[in-house]
């Protein structure tokens, strides 16, 4: 028995942190050097990780460090690095066929990924599905669809909202004025309005009652002073923002969102980038809300870090003609093929394992509302779950460098988070996290706040 104890605490203590050298190490800090002159200064990196390899839930750099990924490369390797499963399917299919582009051309993968989506999304209608490269090109399809289905032009997107950096997806964007800086004119009739961020309730209202307010808005000043619901081609919402903070809004806010569109013939667009493919515990994040969107967008962990987006839509929505929309690398055979597993993990115990990881990491972390001043919230669904800090309780006011200096402390105990709107603490590990790592997660967390009172 003392010899299967022994064998246990070593493989836990794989999955766990090892800091070996000062960071970045010296073999990490050539390729910093490097990359500082080579690369585009666009990219916004929060500490200097170096990723060398990564299994699982860990990352190791070049110098033998090793992280507890609570990032999965942003919310993108949904059964962790490198899944066994995943890389002999990925390279089955390189051995296979590599490239023949979907739009001109057919082949299984592409048409058995877009039958298993038809049959996942949200609905009993008949689905269609277009692939591209992106969460950015999957809105850029669902913002053309939607505009060719209705045609309308104007779109309606919500403050807080990301949805990606290619101008149409920009143009949506309202989530860092840093974002769109610079690139005017951006695609044009886009209205934004507030979304139901009840901890910071736009019209000052209590949060636990202010979840209509902004419809309130949407129906009686923008529908009757900015734009008639008529020209209204679609809204566009993230069930769970993402970039915006992590927030999740209040059930009856995206039912009533569901009964405007209706009313009004507008498309609903449901962006689940981010929140989508078990990330909540739900296949989608919507799913929580009993609502069933016209447009659904996909990424990020579609192919557990194979580049891949998804459009589905109702068939009747997307019966646009031969040569309206297309994609030379979209819906590439590898990527399906990772896609098709994923899909197959997640419903054989991944998402399972995120909703019990998931209940477990708020658990841990509900406590910290009562026991730091910094700590305003603690939110979100399965594994996507946000810490919101406050340099104030009372008045609520955004803590960003406190934010950042959990985020920087956490690297340096080994575990990797990153920050999401001005001042929230972004949580989204691997679906594939195991108790022990979360456990740890929350120990790091919980001791890098402490050092802020």
């Not at 585009?40 to 090793?66: C, F, H, K, M």
């Not at 002999?88 to 058995?112: C, E, N, P, V, W």
Request: positive net charge; charged residues 25%; proline residues 6%.
């Amino acid at each position: 028995m003392k010899r299967t104890n022994e064998a246990s605490s070593r493989d836990t203590a794989h999955k766990l942190p090892k800091i070996v050298t000062t960071l970045p190490g010296p073999k990490a800090k050539e390729v910093l050097d490097m990359d500082t002159k080579y690369v585009s200064p666009s990219y916004t990196r929060s500490y200097p990780l170096v990723a060398e390899s990564a299994a699982g839930s860990i990352v190791t750099d070049p110098d033998g460090n090793r992280f507890l990924d609570f990032n999965a490369g942003i919310a993108v390797c949904s059964t962790g690095h490198c899944h066994p499963e995943i890389v002999k399917t990925i390279q089955d299919q390189a051995a296979k066929l590599i490239h023949m582009s979907g739009t001109d051309f057919y082949y299984s993968a592409q048409t058995r990924l877009a039958r298993k989506l038809a049959q996942l999304a949200p609905g009993e209608s008949p689905k269609k599905v277009f692939f591209s490269n992106s969460g950015a090109e999957a809105v850029e399809c669902a913002m053309k669809l939607a505009r060719y289905k209705t045609g309308r032009t104007v779109m309606i997107a919500f403050i807080g909202a990301f949805h990606g950096r290619t101008m149409g997806a920009l143009s949506l964007t309202a989530s860092k004025a840093l974002q769109r800086k610079g690139f005017a004119p951006l695609v044009p009739q886009v209205v934004h309005i507030p979304y139901a961020y009840c901890y910071r309730c736009e019209f000052g209202k209590d949060p636990k009652t202010c979840g209509t307010d902004c419809l309130r808005y949407l129906t009686e000043t923008v529908f009757k002073k900015v734009v008639d619901p008529s020209d209204v081609a679609g809204i566009i919402m993230e069930p769970i923002q993402g970039e915006g903070g992590y927030v999740v809004p209040p059930r009856d806010f995206v039912q009533k969102l569901r009964a405007i569109t209706r009313e009004h013939g507008i498309m609903l667009i449901a962006d689940e980038v981010q929140s989508g493919i078990g990330r909540t515990g739900k296949m989608f994040a919507i799913e929580h809300f009993d609502v069933q969107p016209d447009i659904l967008c996909i990424a990020k962990g579609i192919a557990s870090g194979m580049p891949l987006g998804c459009t589905v839509a109702d068939a009747s929505v997307m019966d646009w003609k031969p040569g309206m929309h297309a994609s030379t690398f979209g819906g590439n055979p590898i990527s399906c093929e990772a896609a098709l597993k994923t899909l197959e993990l997640l419903e054989a115990g991944v998402m399972e394992n995120c909703r019990q990881m998931g209940a477990r990491l708020k658990e841990r972390l509900a406590g910290l509302v009562e026991s730091s001043p910094h700590v305003g919230d603690v939110r979100g669904e399965g594994l996507m779950v946000g810490i919101e800090m406050v340099t104030d309780k009372q008045t609520r006011a955004p803590a960003p460098a406190l934010r950042d200096r959990v985020v920087n402390r956490c690297f340096e105990k080994g575990v990797l988070i990153l920050g999401c709107g001005p001042n929230t603490v972004r949580l989204s590990p691997p679906l594939i996290i195991e108790r022990a790592q979360v456990d740890f997660a929350a120990d790091v967390l919980e001791a890098a706040i402490r050092e802020l009172n």
